[in-house]
């Protein structure tokens, strides 16, 4: 191997994510993470090595490199791993090519230009039903046959590692008629996944169930911070507003559909029978193993949740296809949230609103303290990878610190 690559690690030789990285003397580039480095694709591409436009990783995204088409980012991701598995390679003797990831700061990986996020996770939506409507039919009646979801605001995703101010609205007081405005009293987290999309569509073009994962770049983690309370007096009767769109974060390195191709398994029955424009084939689920950890202000983390990307009732096939069945036309970086990713056990709950209950089972912090939901001051990191037969492929985190309304 031409770079160790500890034992366990998130960014294994089977792994090869993409990513946009600066350094003192070098300005945002594209790279990928191998172990706890960084290989320098525009240095590399110095070498004179691959047939294509190399001027698309000097930019300071990765949205140019994707339109390239998988044809070419697949063979520059095999390319990779080849080179890092022979000692006589090009990248042999070369330690200029490495970043240590320590010395490197990340970047939005891509330019967003649009934003949806689902609503795809049966137990969470059947969790959220019993809190704020009818328990004994806590799913609305559309939800066992359309993939729900919402267009979110592309401009306030940033990368893991960029603080978040608590944010203000209105809210509703208890047993009040008149809203009140001020800072949130119930910000959360949601543990998610997203997908970039890595081909453009035309205006009236709809993709089908089996063609979904030729669009479909790769993912991330994402944390889709949601402000409860201000959500609940504004939701009805068009949905998340302010409660959603002061910021979401994403982990700053892609993991390809390639990479992930091992780890795909079966998801739950769908019933009733789906429409056959939702209909699939073969297996479309992905089992990533997820957790959430809070780190209140001078203290330990503390592991609030542990869930997996296969609990998700619509998956990823499914939910592209839904949206594009009406000739809504997509673009090269946009991003699709999953869902808060919800399990059937209490530890697996990815949000602090079913965790806690809606504030009635306050978690309990290393440092003694208690949450219902996110304090000023804590910070709160999700982590995601795949395993299997010696094979890991990780996402590394998404890390955030909640800060005062300003």
Known sequence: MII???????FSIHNIPFGIFSTQDRSPRAGVAVGEHILDLAAVAELDV????????????????ISLGKEIT???????????QDDNSILA???QLFVKQSDAQMHMPVYVGDYTDFYSSIEHATNVGKMFRDPENALLPNWKHIPVGYHGRASSIVVSGEAVHRPKGQTIPPDSKQPIFGPSQRVDFELEMGFITGKDT??????????????????????????????????????????????????????????????????PEQEPEVLPYLKYEGTKNYDIHLEVGITPE?????TVCHSNFKYMYWNMAQQLAHHTVNGCNI??????????????????????????????????????SERKFINDGDTVTMRGFAEKEGKRVGFGEVSAKILPAK
């Not at 697949?74 to 080179?83: C, F, L, N, T």
């Open 4 to 10: 160790h690559i500890p034992e366990n690690s998130d």
């Open 50 to 65: 691959f047939d294509f436009n190399t001027a698309v990783l000097e930019k300071e995204t990765l949205n140019d490199f």
């Open 74 to 84: 697949k063979k520059v991701r095999r390319h990779i791993q080849a080179w890092l």
């Open 93 to 95: 003797n070369k330690p």
């Open 202 to 267: 035309k205006l009236g073009d709809s993709i089908s169930t089996s063609e979904a994962e030729d669009y479909i770049f790769g993912l991330v983690l994402f944390n889709d911070w949601s402000a409860r309370d201000i959500q609940k007096w504004e939701y009805v009767p068009l949905g998340p507003f302010l409660a959603k769109n002061f910021a979401s974060h994403i982990s700053p390195w892609i993991v390809t559909l390639e990479a992930l191709e091992p780890f795909k398994v079966s998801g």
């Open 298 to 302: 001078g203290s330990e983390e503390q």
């Open 331 to 368: 673009n090269v970086g946009d991003l699709y949230g999953s869902g808060t990713i919800s399990g059937k056990d209490e530890n697996s709950y990815g949000s602090m609103l079913e965790l806690a209950w809606m504030g009635t089972k306050p978690l309990k912090m290393k440092d003694g």
